[in-house]
């Protein structure tokens, strides 16, 4: 990682002396790992890129108080936490407003197929996620998100890699037994 | 070997590593109970929902990033000038004076341009907003009123620190602006302050056809500020009405619902409880005019762990006249000009007083930090301290006048006078002898704000100096601290500390 932050001190300093593509190159390396945050934090699915837009802005306007550029990646998953905070506040003062579950915009192709009942499927794990604990809705979608790999997402959660092993173990063991038999849709959704 | 704990089932169905031993196990257990492989199988659907869910949030990436970086080129990264805020002017713009006066204090304060923009940007009012941008395509002039009210709770006191903020705003087209602003602390006040007592009360005048001025009623001080710029003032800048509604437009806020309508100053006024989800405001009370749709009135309670605050953004005039003597730059009768110098005699004559003091006092400065709150550089003292170390005791004796020495001290209190002068304001100046030496080349001995679009100007501790851009001095020169010591909090921590 030290690569890494040695990387991101550079495009911290050539986006504050006017290289927008350097925060770019910034939101290229960061911005998955944003997503899982603030889909974790706020349980806001619909709300993710919006709410990962918010973090980078806010990054970039307070660019110049990042007292270590190197760590640019926690400090930024320090304003998604913050900003999914926020959205969660704010959707619990307008929960009335959300009684119906937040509809997802959900890739289309499962296992090759098109179809509705995989998309109804998927649905349904979405909203399982959200009953999660926030540290374990965390670092599911941070596994995902990171193509599972563990590497930057534990660095970036505070976590060693088996902790943050474990902890999506016991999310997706959490999960498992909140999906009835017919949602876990072992035919189908069987590709191995 | 038992069966497998659904903990393993997952690691397994999620492929994560395990020593070599553990899987071999694993795998020979499998291989034979035909319950586990089935609860394995059973788990591979649902991770493959959770990838195929995850793909949908990454799809976006390439679209998004390009959305990004087309945002940036309308936001200014904070280390370069934002002549917006920096200038003052329409609707809530403060002077760069006041951001320093509130951020000193810790509260806070919101601009009226944020709530005209969770004003006009209803989905629901965007019949409104029109009318909006033809009134204010129209708009020769305004004023408002801006007052608060914030408890700030503090590091280990029961009671908190209390700021009363009043602010009256004026702008006249072309580009006349002025502010008045009132700052006045109570409840538990630092050491050094008293309750009830005016931490700030300025007037700043902005023109564009000749310098402004910055008038201290504390300090009993002015200022000259540099004129408004064209750029600063045309239809290009967010100075002028019609740039707001370019701003105005890209941003969008929520009716919670409708308050009805009353009077507001011989108006009828229709309210609205405004929700603004990127800027986290919530229930903002807006009262605009049924005629014009413009503001008449607008509230906001706030309050988090830290901080509670009252605002109200009252008595707005829209095309009105105002009587000239509003914006006269004549300074108040008595009150002393600490406008900072920048030509080259002065900064010499400044150099060669801290050069001598270090020379007689055997390598120091004036032990003297301008930050503390009692300090200041007292230039009378520190030249009576300068004869006396050179042995010229008691009254002033003609045969001293041609003493060389006695003369290099005499010159000297000429630039001793400027840095007294310019570091009476202390919330755009510092001098730092306590802690500067003249070995200390890489630190700040003296600093002061030049000017808003001049930069700062810095004395290093072995005398050289130069000009700095905010975005050098914000990383040279170390914050003021607050004057209330808030508690911490731990979201402020995870997005600033770092």
């Excluded at chain 1, 699915?45 to 007292?67: H, I």
């Excluded at chain 2, 199988?41 to 990436?61: F, S, T, V, Y």
């Excluded at chain 2, 009123?145 to 009256?168: A, F, R, W, Y």
């Excluded at chain 2, 006024?269 to 503001?295: I, N, R, S």
Aim: charged content about 30%.
């Amino acid at each position: 990682m030290e690569a890494n932050a040695t990387n991101d001190a550079n495009l911290v300093a050539q986006t504050l002396a006017g290289n927008r593509e350097a925060f770019g190159q910034l939101y290229d390396r960061y911005a998955r790992m944003v997503r899982a945050v603030v889909a974790g934090v706020s349980g806001d699915w619909p709300a993710v890129e919006d709410m990962t837009q918010e973090c980078f802005l806010r990054g970039y306007r307070n660019l110049s108080k990042l007292r270590e550029p190197g760590r640019f990646g926690s400090w930024i998953v320090g304003i998604a936490r913050q900003v999914g905070r926020e959205r969660r506040r704010s959707l619990a003062r307008d929960r009335h407003e959300f009684s119906a579950a937040p509809v997802v915009e959900i890739e289309s192709t499962i296992n090759g197929e098109t179809g509705v009942d995989e998309r109804e499927q998927v649905e349904v794990v979405v909203q399982k996620i959200a009953m999660l604990p926030e540290q374990e809705r965390v670092a599911v979608h941070a596994f995902f998100l990171e193509q599972r790999d563990a590497t930057q997402a534990a660095e970036l959660l505070g976590l060693s890699r088996s902790g943050f092993y474990a902890v999506v173990a016991r999310g997706i063991t959490r999960l498992a037994k909140q999906m009835r038999p017919d949602e876990m849709n072992q035919e189908k959704g069987s590709k191995r | 070997m038992s069966c497998l704990t659904d903990e393993q089932v997952a690691r397994l169905t999620l492929e994560l590593p395990e020593d070599a031993e553990e899987s071999r196990r694993l795998a020979v257990h499998l291989s034979e109970c035909p319950s586990c492989r089935g609860k394995v199988a059973k788990n591979r659907g649902l991770i493959d929902r959770l990838a195929a869910a995850h793909a949908g949030l990454d799809r976006n990436h390439v679209d998004s990033r390009e959305k990004l970086l087309e945002q940036l080129s309308r936001v200014d990264v904070a280390n370069r000038p934002n002549k917006f805020w920096q200038r003052g002017g329409l609707i809530g713009a403060w002077s760069g004076r006041r951001q320093v006066a509130t951020a000193l204090i810790g509260i806070s304060a919101t601009a009226v341009l944020g709530l005209l923009l969770i004003v006009l940007n209803s989905g629901q009012r965007l019949s409104a907003m029109e009318r909006m941008a033809k009134e204010l395509k129209e708009v020769k002039s305004y004023s408002y009123k801006n007052t608060e009210h914030v408890m700030i709770s503090q590091k280990g006191k029961t009671e908190p620190g209390i700021v009363d903020l009043s602010q009256l705003n004026y702008w006249q087209a072309p580009g006349r602006t002025r502010e008045d602003l009132k700052i006045v602390l109570s409840g538990a006040v630092p050491r050094g302050y008293h309750p009830g007592q005016t931490q700030c009360d300025i007037v700043s005048i902005s023109l564009m056809d000749k310098p402004g001025i910055l008038i201290d009623r504390v300090l009993k001080t002015y200022t000259r500020e540099p004129e408004l710029r064209a750029e600063d003032t045309g239809s290009g800048s967010l100075i002028y009405p019609m740039s707001l509604l370019r701003v105005i437009r890209e941003e969008s806020g929520n009716v919670v619902r409708e308050l009805g309508t009353k009077q507001i100053g011989g108006e009828q006024a229709h309210g609205y409880l405004m929700d603004y989800p990127k800027a986290d405001w919530h229930d903002v009370e807006v009262w605009l005019d049924t005629e014009t749709d413009l503001p008449l009135e607008v509230r906001h309670e706030a309050k988090d762990e830290t901080t509670a605050s009252e605002m109200q953004w009252t008595d707005f005039r829209w095309n009105t006249t105002f009587d000239p003597k509003l914006f006269d730059t004549t300074p108040p009768e008595g009150y002393a000009d600490i406008t900072p110098p920048d030509d080259v005699k002065t900064l010499a004559e400044i150099t060669e007083a801290l050069r001598l003091y270090a020379e007689l006092s055997g390598g120091k400065y004036p032990p003297i930090d301008t930050y503390e709150v009692d300090a200041k550089f007292d230039a009378d003292a520190i030249y009576a301290e300068m004869l006396k170390l050179t042995g010229f005791n008691g009254p002033p004796q003609p045969q001293w006048a041609g003493n060389e020495k006695y003369q290099e001290i005499q010159r000297a209190k000429s630039g001793l006078d400027w840095i007294a002068k310019i570091t009476r304001d202390k919330n755009v100046t510092r001098y730092e002898g306590l802690h500067v030496g003249p070995q200390d080349k890489e630190k700040i001995l003296l600093w002061w704000l030049n000017g808003d679009s001049q930069g700062y100007r810095v004395f290093y501790g072995d005398l050289t100096s130069k000009m700095l851009t905010d975005a050098e001095a914000k990383k040279a020169i170390a914050p003021r601290s607050k004057i209330f010591a808030e508690p911490a909090a731990e979201d402020e921590k995870a997005t600033e500390s770092q």
